[in-house]
């Protein structure tokens, strides 16, 4: 039974900076496709980053990237997303998930079946 518990969520101004933690505990995956994706009220789930767990193999939406970072610490057990240059258009639910590899690939983070309950992220 996986287990991600996502934390580092909050309010913040335009141009800050937030890092999401994910604590994974269980029979995680964190082994294989790690990311985040974020949902806004209104908008459509969407896919924020991926990685491609120890390597440094990462995948980022058009609308992220050259700001934010995903990162892993195993020793941990934890994933990260550093976020700077925050806009109001980055405000939504951000969650954690882990997902196996298909034929060598990650697919969306959007996609991955096991997910933590997420934490706020609002940019005003």
């Known amino acids: 039974h996986v287990q991600l518990v996502e934390s580092g969520g909050g309010s913040v101004q335009t141009g800050g900076s937030l890092t999401l933690s994910c604590a994974g505990s269980?029979?995680?995956?964190?082994?294989?496709?790690m990311g985040w994706f974020r949902q806004a009220p209104g908008k459509e789930r969407e896919g924020v980053a991926v990685?491609?767990?120890?390597?440094?193999?990462?995948s980022y939406a058009d609308s992220v990237k050259g700001r934010f970072t995903i990162s892993q610490d195993n020793a941990k057990n934890t994933l990260y997303l550093q976020m700077d240059s925050l806009k109001p258009e980055d405000t939504g639910m951000y969650y954690c998930?882990?997902?196996?590899?298909?034929?060598?690939?990650?697919?969306?983070?959007?996609?991955?079946?096991?997910r933590g309950q997420g934490t706020q992220v609002t940019v005003s």
């Open positions: 990685l491609y767990a120890g390597t440094d193999i990462t």
């Open positions: 998930a882990t997902d196996q590899l298909y034929g060598g690939t990650c697919r969306d983070a959007l996609d991955f079946p096991a």
């Open positions: 269980g029979r995680t995956y964190f082994n294989w496709c």
